[in-house]
């Protein structure tokens, strides 16, 4: 049986950790976070599939401390309240779906649970669909325009940004805009042809897949709900697909401009949008595989310097396969 991952050498069980800074009321409050699980193949006579090894969360703010362990369904909460300090639990569930309905742990699993991890289609963002509340962007580019007709309406400067960062990725557009179609709602695009200057419709079927694609990926960025601090961290893949490679400097620095409001990351294979002396190499994470592990860390310290010393950027040695992970870096 295979548990969600492929490696050279049997394995029964992984592991995920993360540690995180999240808010946490009041507003000015914040919370240090550290947790993570165990999953391998179920012990239990008869049963076939998984379970959870290990789940261990902890959270720290002002001094007080909170805590579950739980292994293999037996858990344990510090500090206890009314009830025991053990419990059991379905081992084949993760102990935090329970916790988040309680604080302060709602804090860890609202953030978690609010994270949009974006694979944009170009047929689902044009497709037409019934307006929704809430104006949030669908993980394939649904809803593209009611995110933008919710700029337009409460946060009209970013709907401006946007415009403006679809200028300099496609030349001669001038705006994308929500297009309502009786019941229905879709996105048409505002552009300058001709000699007179005069502004042209078209209906989002006629826009390319690049075009459509910066769209959604600007309204990922901009979208109220990143504006308003709903959601925190925003994952995108591919952000340049489609593009010419001459759009990489605005996509890279509408992406610079959302971090200050959102935690942004982006998998790319583009060289190009590497391609920049003033690019802070402490936000690159490179990956490669070796004898079928894949690693991620931190640039290398060869890489880092040539980069610092403005010999190459980044952009260059990735095309040379240069730019490399470090592999004693403890992130690695």
Not at 15 to 35: C, D, G, K, N, W
Not at 265 to 292: F, H, N, Y
Request: a negative charge; aromatic letters at 8%.
């Amino acid at each position: 049986m295979e548990i969600l991952r492929r490696v050279p050498d049997q394995e029964e069980s992984f592991s995920i950790a993360i540690e995180a800074v999240i808010p946490a009321e009041p507003p000015s409050r914040l919370m240090e976070v550290a947790y993570g699980f165990e999953i391998g193949s179920s012990k239990e006579r008869g049963r076939r599939g998984f379970e959870v090894i290990s789940e261990v969360c902890e959270l720290r703010s002002n001094g007080q401390t909170w805590r579950f362990y739980v292994s293999h369904g037996r858990v344990k909460i510090e500090p206890a309240g009314d009830d025991a300090a053990f419990a059991l639990y379905g081992p084949d569930r993760l102990y935090l779906l329970v916790a988040g309905g309680q604080s302060p742990f709602d804090w860890l699993y609202s953030g978690l649970r609010t994270m949009p991890f974006f694979k944009f289609a170009p047929d689902v963002i044009r497709a037409p669909q019934r307006p929704t509340t809430g104006a949030t962007l669908g993980l394939r580019g649904e809803h593209l325009g009611d995110v933008l007709a919710a700029l337009t309406l409460d946060f009209p400067w970013y709907k401006q940004r946007i415009d403006a960062y679809l200028q300099s990725i496609a030349p001669g557009v001038s705006s994308i805009d929500p297009l309502y179609l009786d019941q229905y709602v879709t996105v048409s695009m505002q552009a300058n042809t001709g000699s007179d200057g005069d502004a042209v419709e078209f209906s989002s079927s006629s826009m390319s897949d690049g075009t459509i694609r910066a769209a959604a990926v600007l309204a990922a960025l901009f979208q109220p709900s990143t504006l308003e601090g709903r959601v925190r961290l925003i994952g995108i893949e591919e952000p340049e697909l489609a593009l010419h490679p001459a759009a990489a400097g605005a996509l890279f620095d509408a992406l610079t401009e959302a971090s200050e409001h959102v935690q942004v990351i982006a998998t790319s294979q583009s060289a190009e949008l590497l391609d920049r002396e003033d690019l802070d190499v402490s936000m690159i994470r490179p990956v490669t595989m070796e004898d079928g592990v894949t690693f991620i860390g931190e640039v290398d310290s060869i890489s880092r310097e040539i980069a610092e010393e403005k010999l190459y950027t980044l952009g260059e040695l990735m095309r040379r396969n240069q730019l490399l992970p470090e592999h004693d870096s403890p992130e690695t």
